[in-house]
Nanobody
Framework: QVQLVESGGGSVQAGGSLRLSCAASGRTFSGEHMGWFRQAPGKEREFVAALNWSGSSTYYADSVKGRFTISRANAKNTVYLQMNSLKPEDTAVYYC?????????????????WGQGTQVTVSS
């Protein structure tokens, strides 16, 4: 029922920035969590960041903390991932996801709905 539409991926030079967007529909969001995950070829899908929809509490993987910022625009049911100081190791397909539980999670299997993924490529 929940649909997620991502945009904003692309290719940038190391040190550059991108902003990913994820527009959610099909549900009135309140206490759910929106997460961003990424997956590089041959690697497991890993947690990047999460946000509590109602309270805007945020959580970050150590690898991106201080460089990435997750935020929301309630009126648009949209969650953003601002990615600054990008590194080649940030190259991956990025996915947004919704966790219907009201507890934060870094586990992929805790998330109930997923976007299609958007490619981010960072060149050195």
């Amino acid at each position: 029922q929940v649909q997620l539409v991502e945009s904003g991926g692309g290719s940038v030079q190391a040190g550059g920035s991108l902003r990913l967007s994820c527009a959610a529909s099909g549900r009135t969001f309140s206490g759910e969590h929106m997460g961003w995950f990424r997956q590089a070829p041959g690697k497991e899908r890993e947690f990047v960041a999460a946000l509590n929809w109602s309270g805007s509490s945020t959580y970050y993987a150590d690898s991106v903390k201080g460089r990435f910022t997750i935020s929301r625009a309630n009126a648009k049911n949209t969650v953003y991932l601002q990615m600054n100081s990008l590194k080649p190791e940030d190259t991956a397909v990025y996915y947004c996801a919704v966790d219907l539980s009201r507890r934060p999670s870094v586990q992929r299997y805790d998330y109930d709905f997923w976007g299609q993924g958007t490619q981010v490529t960072v060149s050195s």
